[in-house]
């Protein structure tokens, strides 16, 4: 069983800044490849980042440069720490977990995942 718990979501200004926290649990942290997905009203899940087993990134166009993921296996959490913040990324924010070589891009692909944090930029 793999549990995960997001939290940091809330209510910031355009331009302002937030991180978000994913708490991990169930397994070895080290093999996780984890996620994070963001849901805004009316619209598909959308692949934000993701962080490997080795500590590889990548990310969404629409978040590269603004955006950093992180990991602290130490402490079984995954970070992503968001700048400049648009109100185009008020969202629900998700973060999921993957065991299997490669890396995953949506959200089909993933069994494990956290209730999600809301994220709202006013403008």
């Known amino acids: 069983q793999v549990q995960l718990v997001e939290s940091g979501g809330g209510l910031v200004q355009a331009g302002g800044s937030l991180r978000l926290s994913c708490a991990a649990s169930?397994?070895?942290?080290?093999?996780?490849?984890v996620a994070w997905f963001r849901q805004a009203p009316g619209k598909e899940r959308e692949f934000v980042a993701i962080?490997?087993?080795?500590?590889?990134?990548y990310y969404a166009d629409s978040v590269k440069g603004r955006f950093t993921i992180s990991r602290d296996n130490a402490k079984m959490l995954v970070f992503l720490q968001m700048n400049s913040l648009k109100p185009e990324d008020t969202a629900v924010y998700y973060c999921?977990?993957?065991?299997?070589?490669?890396?995953?891009?949506?959200?089909?692909?993933?069994?494990?995942w956290g209730q999600g944090t809301q994220v709202t930029v006013s403008s």
């Open positions: 962080i490997s087993r080795s500590g590889g990134t």
């Open positions: 169930g397994r070895t942290f080290s093999s996780y490849n």
């Open positions: 999921a977990a993957d065991f299997d070589y490669g890396l995953k891009f949506t959200s089909r692909e993933y069994d494990y």
